[in-house]
């Protein structure tokens, strides 16, 4: 199972609306016969490419998926039909498909065929893993990562707007994989407008995982400037008007992001946590002190009891050259 998260892994970014999901398939002797993932843009399933690498080995065989195979009559038969056909004996399954098309029918086909079924296997390291479509599906909303590039004191630029760069060379790399894992990438108007990015994902030997760009907008004259600016400069990018970031986000979640990381300024990262809308938060900590004059990392809340501050619980924390990388989710 470990192996077919893995591989799942790698499709991060890729395959939405899909999940990413692994698969393994062993001979009766135990020996690995196929393995995949599912493909790039959602299709095929990982259990038909793995079934078809292992051919008449997987007879007998054990099937080892990180989610539940499907039971519905997609452009192919359905994943659990494909198992079944192939004579596996044995299947390993991580956790529950929450689509409504399966949920629950896979296992159940699988084992009214005879097939001894197990589910359950690091299931907690499944479901993190496709948070996005799991969240997407039972929620209407999409998983949102918010990236913080921030100095020690939690800020994220001087008083002057300067901010090139904060992070070293090794985190901004990292950030480019951020990237390459989410769906789309939510930002600001005076994000761009100040940094004019280019929200690409500039790794070499990757292509093909540059998230779709959205910039929200409102009425005031300083952020009206960005409708010009991305028609002129960014074709494909676009525009979102109006602050309303879960009104956006429900939309985004109805044509199928599962995924989506926000990388703008202190007024978004404000916006989107009293909407109660980040599930993660990825900081990049850098060793310099900006200071009091310096501009936050999230905009003001006005707390008056700690009760009311977002929690999150602490998940992974990385040495990145001279910064540390932290992952926070939501607790
Ligand atoms: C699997 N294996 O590798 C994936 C699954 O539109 P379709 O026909 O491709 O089906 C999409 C649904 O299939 C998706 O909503 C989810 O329930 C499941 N994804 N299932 O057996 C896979 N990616
Ligand atoms: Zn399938």
Avoid at 73 to 90: M, V, Y
Avoid at 137 to 162: C, E, F, M, R, Y
Avoid at 260 to 272: I, K, Q
Avoid at 273 to 294: M, N, Q, S, T
Wanted: overall charge neutral.
């Amino acid at each position: 199972m470990r192996v077919a998260l893995g591989r799942a892994r790698r499709g991060l970014g890729l395959t939405g609306p899909n999940p990413t999901v692994g698969c393994v398939i062993l001979d009766p002797q135990g020996r690995v016969a196929g393995q995949a993932r599912t493909a790039d843009g959602g299709r095929p399933h990982a259990e038909t490419q793995a079934l078809a690498q292992a051919g008449e080995r997987a007879r007998g065989g054990t099937a080892i998926v990180t989610l539940e195979p499907c039971a519905h009559e997609g452009e192919t038969g359905p994943c659990a039909n494909a198992l079944i056909s192939a004579g596996i004996a044995h299947a390993v399954i991580a956790t529950t498909d929450p689509d409504p098309r399966t949920a629950g029918a896979g296992i159940e086909r699988l084992r009214a065929a005879g097939i001894s079924t197990e589910v359950g296997v690091l299931e907690a390291e499944a479901r993190a893993l496709n948070a996005g479509f799991i969240k997407r599906v039972t929620q209407g909303l999409p998983h949102l990562t918010l990236k913080l590039g921030l100095s020690l004191d939690g800020k994220i630029a001087l008083a002057n707007g300067a901010s090139q760069w904060i992070t070293g060379a090794e985190a901004r790399q990292r950030g480019h994989r951020l990237r390459a894992q989410a769906d789309f990438l939510l930002t600001g108007a005076k994000t761009v407008l100040k940094d004019e990015p280019r929200f690409t994902v500039r790794i070499a030997g990757i292509s093909g995982a540059d998230p779709a760009v959205g910039v929200v907008y409102d009425a005031d004259r300083a952020d009206q400037d960005i409708v010009g600016w991305v028609n002129q400069h960014r074709s494909g990018w676009r525009l979102l008007p109006g602050w309303d970031f879960s009104a956006h986000l429900r939309a985004l979640a109805a044509e199928g992001y599962n995924r989506v990381l926000a990388e703008a300024g202190g007024g978004v990262a404000r916006a989107l946590f009293v909407e109660d809308l980040v599930d993660e938060i990825v900081v990049f900590r850098a060793g310099k002190v900006l200071g009091g004059d310096a501009r936050d990392g999230v905009g003001l809340f006005g707390f008056t009891d700690l009760a009311q501050a977002p929690h999150f619980g602490r998940v992974d924390v990385l040495a990145l050259g001279p910064d540390v990388m932290e992952v926070w989710r939501r607790a």
